[in-house]
């Protein structure tokens, strides 16, 4: 049974990851499918904290919502975002249990797999794969970096979190 704090924490995850996604779209971009991924973060939080069902949730809702909040909801942005999404979930959970990687190591695999599936879903279903595989290598090392900037912010972001809790249930 799931507990109502777990619920309510998952509701506060995808509704901030949302919020980010939402405003990442008005962020101006070098090109329109370009992203940080912010909302990414919380994502990696809630894998990280509560499992992978946690995540799968926080990332579709983020996908979902954060469309309806940037006007992109069915729009092949979507069918993208949630395909790519759904995959770096799998590989960074896998990843974590792996206990192989860090923290910065699990977002940037998570960041290359999200790239690398979408180019293959949009040479699958859009164009061919010959026209995306000149751009493949400057999406990965996009991919990459924001990755690591993701990766670092989940870190400081967990790291505040083990804080204020320790500091809750030192006062308990």
Same mark, same amino acid.
């Given at each position: 049974?799931?507990?109502?704090?777990?619920?309510?924490?998952?509701?506060?995850?995808?509704?901030?990851?949302?919020?980010?996604?939402?405003?990442?779209?008005?962020?101006?971009?070098?090109?329109?499918?370009?992203?940080?991924?912010?909302?990414?973060?919380?994502?990696?939080?809630? $894998?990280?904290?509560?499992? $992978?069902?946690?995540?799968?949730?926080?990332?579709?809702?983020?996908?979902?919502?954060?469309?309806?909040?940037?006007?992109?909801?069915?729009?092949?942005?979507?069918?993208?975002?949630?395909?790519?999404?759904?995959?770096?979930?799998?590989?960074?959970?896998?990843?974590?249990?792996?206990?192989?990687?860090?923290?910065?190591?699990?977002?940037?695999?998570?960041?290359?797999?999200?790239?690398?599936?979408?180019?293959?879903?949009?040479?699958?279903?859009?164009?061919?794969?010959?026209?995306?595989?000149?751009?493949?290598?400057?999406?990965?090392?996009?991919?990459?970096?924001?990755?690591?900037? $993701?990766?670092?912010?989940?870190?400081?972001?967990?790291?505040?979190?083990?804080?204020?809790?320790?500091? $809750?249930?030192?006062?308990?």
């Amino acid at each position: 049974m799931v507990s109502q704090n777990k619920i309510g924490r998952i509701i506060l995850l995808s509704s901030l990851s949302s919020i980010l996604y939402g405003i990442e779209s008005f962020i101006p971009k070098p090109f329109p499918f370009l992203r940080i991924g912010l909302g990414n973060i919380l994502v990696l939080f809630s $894998i990280i904290n509560m499992g $992978i069902t946690s995540g799968i949730i926080v990332g579709v809702s983020k996908s979902i919502i954060g469309g309806l909040l940037s006007g992109t909801f069915l729009t092949p942005s979507t069918i993208l975002s949630i395909t790519g999404t759904l995959s770096s979930i799998v590989l960074m959970f896998f990843l974590k249990n792996m206990k192989v990687f860090g923290i910065i190591g699990i977002s940037t695999a998570g960041s290359i797999m999200n790239t690398f599936v979408q180019v293959l879903v949009v040479s699958f279903i859009f164009t061919g794969l010959s026209s995306l595989i000149y751009l493949l290598k400057t999406l990965l090392i996009f991919s990459t970096i924001t990755g690591v900037i $993701i990766g670092i912010i989940t870190f400081y972001l967990l790291e505040s979190f083990e804080r204020r809790k320790y500091a $809750i249930e030192s006062f308990s």
